[in-house]
């Protein structure tokens, strides 16, 4: 019995191997079937791998772009390449660039963005601690700069020519400011700040958005050509890409762990925990969808071009900006008109619905599209003054904090209450009290410094942070904007005209670890003394 258990055993296995052969070669085809059926497709960076590019390598590695039907290689630039080349000539299907896009537009290349990953870019210019206070301090001196536009944009507003100094071919190292071989280095605030911080370097950093210069950066984008040949893929591609960027945006330290393993280890975990610290407030993933384009936005950043005279202007967005939900093509029902008279009466009708139905959905886009941008702006913006409401200054306040702290930098805060508010609405009506806060606001705004931030953050109390400011000359900005105010004059719809003052309590901070509630309440503490000791001056707490 042994002896025939042991004979018919390899005789069953071999049968089951024999009945489970086929299956498994099917699902082995199957499998590679699937796997060739990924398309191959390039995404070209505009720079070396480092956690700035962090949405696309999750995008990767979580499978996204898998789901989408999508085999992705992800490239680094190497020395010398430029990415728009790249892309226009083919050699990637979809690239990371800058505002230049707008250049190769103008060019006649067809360059389409399809989404935007910095609402606020990250460029600005560092100089030694000692070096240069002002931008304007930079005549004469040796500046390593390509030919990034929002830069010149802001040198050209503050009154500084391209002539006026040394440019320097970027070798995009800090080590040649550290050297003393430049007196300013172009850089991203997401990344040579660390390197300097490290190195044990002080510095100063100037940035365009202090003067109101605020360009879109990391601009995901591809050509008009794959979008009319490949447009399942081309929208595949960027729905999975922004899907990583979220995933990447809530989940940093896992996607700095594939940064490391796959990529890249040119950079330690620190400090891509520093560029991803750095990136949530250029990307706002909380407030803003992820890849979100105002056209708006762009036409302001076409202006900035023009003003430099690197676009014409009857320049035209037309096509630049990628539509997601393209409107249905009609022409087909055109065409058949030309068949017979009798489909012409149908199709005319069909097409008459189906014009009504786009005109409402186009105008409910449009509609929902200017509520969430007033929605937006109110989160940020006063609505009577105009000034930074109370939310936005305390975000602005905190940073500013950091930053002195991080820095070593003096800063200065006021709290400003106008006297007698009370009176004035009760004995003129609240629509006078309005005037008066608009009137002060404006005084304020052409008293105070561009660097100075100002908020309304109620009422009539408003907070002022002075920045790189200390106590002294902290004191003497106070007392100038309260002489301002207290010559100024409003007047009633009645025709009475009065004047009306301000009390300013005044703080600086102490210590890096000191927090902004405690700095506003000595800085409230000093506004209540002004006002209980006469009213319109300026107390120190």
Same mark, same amino acid.
């Given at each position: 019995?042994?002896?025939?258990?042991?004979?018919?055993?390899?005789?069953?296995?071999?049968?089951?191997?024999?009945?489970?052969?086929?299956?498994?070669?099917?699902?082995?085809?199957?499998?590679?079937?699937?796997?060739?059926?990924?398309? %191959?497709?390039?995404?070209?960076?505009?720079?070396?791998?480092?956690?700035?590019?962090?949405?696309? $390598?999750?995008?990767?590695?979580?499978?996204?772009?898998?789901?989408?039907?999508?085999?992705?290689?992800?490239?680094?630039?190497?020395?010398?390449?430029?990415?728009?080349?790249?892309?226009?000539?083919?050699?990637?299907?979809?690239?990371?660039?800058?505002?230049?896009?707008?250049?190769?537009?103008?060019?006649?290349?067809?360059?389409?963005?399809?989404?935007?990953?910095?609402?606020? /870019?990250?460029?600005?210019?560092?100089?030694?601690?000692?070096?240069?206070?002002?931008?304007?301090?930079?005549?004469?001196?040796?500046?390593?700069?390509?030919?990034?536009?929002?830069?010149?944009?802001?040198?050209?507003? #503050?009154?500084?020519?391209?002539? /006026?100094?040394?440019?320097?071919?970027?070798? $995009?190292?800090?080590?040649?400011?550290?050297?003393?071989?430049?007196?300013?280095?172009?850089? $991203?605030?997401?990344?040579?700040?660390?390197?300097?911080?490290?190195?044990?370097?002080?510095?100063?950093?100037?940035?365009?958005?202090?003067?109101?210069?605020?360009?879109?950066?990391?601009?995901?984008?591809?050509?008009?050509?794959?979008?009319?040949?490949?447009?399942?893929?081309?929208?595949?591609?960027?729905?999975?890409?922004?899907?990583?960027?979220?995933?990447?945006?809530?989940?940093?330290?896992?996607?700095?762990?594939?940064?490391?393993?796959?990529?890249?280890?040119?950079?330690?975990?620190?400090?891509?925990?520093?560029?991803? #610290?750095?990136?949530?407030?250029?990307? %706002?993933?909380?407030?803003?969808?992820?890849?979100?384009?105002?056209?708006? *936005?762009?036409?302001?950043?076409?202006?900035?071009?023009?003003?430099?005279?690197?676009?014409?202007?009857?320049?035209?967005?037309?096509?630049?900006?990628?539509?997601?939900?393209?409107?249905?093509?009609?022409?087909?029902?055109?065409?058949?008109?030309?068949?017979?008279?009798?489909?012409?009466?149908?199709?005319?009708?069909?097409?008459?619905?189906?014009?009504?139905?786009?005109?409402?959905?186009?105008?409910?886009?449009?509609?929902?599209?200017?509520?969430?941008?007033?929605?937006?702006?109110?989160?940020?913006?006063?609505?009577?003054?105009?000034?930074? /409401?109370?939310?936005?200054?305390?975000?602005?306040?905190?940073?500013?904090?950091?930053?002195?702290?991080? $820095?070593?930098?003096?800063?200065?805060?006021?709290?400003?209450?106008?006297?007698?508010?009370?009176?004035?609405?009760?004995?003129?009506?609240?629509?006078?009290?309005?005037?008066?806060?608009?009137?002060?606001?404006?005084?304020? *705004?052409?008293?105070?410094?561009?660097?100075?931030?100002?908020?309304?953050?109620?009422?009539?109390?408003?907070?002022?942070?002075?920045?790189?400011?200390?106590?002294?000359?902290?004191?003497?900005?106070?007392?100038?904007?309260?002489?301002?105010?207290?010559?100024?004059?409003?007047?009633?719809?009645?025709?009475?005209?009065?004047?009306?003052?301000?009390?300013?309590?005044?703080? #600086?901070?102490?210590?890096?670890?000191?927090?902004?509630?405690?700095?506003?309440?000595?800085?409230?503490?000093?506004?209540?003394?002004?006002?209980?000791?006469?009213?319109?001056?300026?107390?120190?707490?």
């Amino acid at each position: 019995m042994f002896v025939c258990f042991s004979l018919c055993v390899p005789r069953v296995a071999a049968r089951w191997r024999e009945a489970l052969r086929g299956p498994l070669l099917l699902a082995l085809l199957l499998g590679a079937s699937s796997a060739q059926a990924l398309e %191959q497709v390039r995404l070209q960076l505009n720079w070396q791998h480092q956690f700035e590019f962090a949405g696309f $390598y999750a995008a990767k590695a979580m499978g996204y772009y898998r789901d989408a039907g999508l085999q992705v290689e992800i490239l680094a630039s190497a020395p010398g390449e430029h990415t728009n080349d790249l892309v226009i000539d083919g050699r990637a299907e979809f690239g990371v660039s800058d505002p230049s896009l707008l250049l190769e537009r103008n060019k006649g290349h067809p360059v389409v963005v399809l989404a935007v990953i910095f609402q606020h /870019s990250p460029m600005v210019l560092l100089v030694p601690k000692n070096g240069a206070k002002r931008i304007q301090d930079l005549r004469g001196k040796r500046v390593m700069i390509d030919y990034n536009t929002e830069l010149r944009a802001y040198f050209r507003q #503050q009154g500084l020519a391209e002539d /006026s100094f040394t440019q320097v071919e970027p070798s $995009y190292d800090p080590q040649d400011l550290i050297a003393g071989r430049v007196d300013a280095l172009q850089a $991203y605030a997401s990344d040579e700040p660390e390197y300097l911080r490290r190195a044990g370097f002080e510095y100063r950093a100037f940035s365009a958005r202090e003067a109101g210069i605020d360009f879109y950066d990391l601009n995901l984008f591809t050509t008009q050509t794959q979008i009319d040949q490949h447009p399942e893929r081309v929208k595949a591609f960027r729905e999975a890409s922004l899907r990583g960027w979220k995933y990447a945006m809530e989940h940093p330290d896992e996607i700095m762990e594939v940064l490391l393993r796959e990529y890249s280890q040119k950079h330690a975990a620190d400090h891509l925990r520093f560029q991803y #610290q750095q990136m949530v407030p250029l990307i %706002q993933p909380v407030l803003v969808e992820m890849g979100y384009m105002n056209p708006e *936005r762009w036409q302001r950043m076409v202006d900035s071009y023009i003003e430099l005279g690197l676009l014409p202007s009857d320049f035209s967005l037309d096509g630049f900006i990628y539509d997601s939900a393209p409107e249905r093509d009609l022409t087909w029902y055109y065409t058949g008109l030309l068949i017979a008279f009798v489909l012409f009466v149908l199709i005319s009708l069909v097409a008459i619905r189906f014009a009504r139905l786009s005109a409402r959905l186009k105008a409910e886009v449009i509609m929902r599209t200017a509520l969430q941008d007033e929605l937006q702006s109110q989160l940020w913006v006063d609505y009577l003054t105009g000034l930074a /409401s109370r939310r936005h200054f305390i975000e602005q306040a905190r940073g500013e904090l950091a930053r002195s702290a991080r $820095y070593g930098l003096p800063l200065s805060l006021c709290m400003l209450d106008l006297d007698n508010f009370k009176l004035i609405n009760d004995r003129y009506g609240h629509q006078t009290g309005d005037v008066v806060l608009q009137r002060f606001s404006e005084i304020c *705004r052409a008293t105070l410094r561009e660097i100075d931030i100002i908020g309304r953050l109620g009422g009539e109390e408003f907070a002022i942070v002075l920045p790189v400011t200390a106590i002294a000359e902290a004191q003497q900005v106070s007392e100038r904007l309260r002489a301002a105010i207290a010559q100024a004059s409003v007047q009633t719809e009645s025709g009475v005209l009065f004047q009306f003052t301000t009390s300013i309590g005044l703080a #600086q901070l102490q210590s890096p670890d000191e927090s902004l509630d405690s700095l506003l309440g000595r800085a409230d503490a000093a506004l209540y003394e002004a006002k209980s000791t006469g009213r319109n001056k300026v107390c120190v707490g």
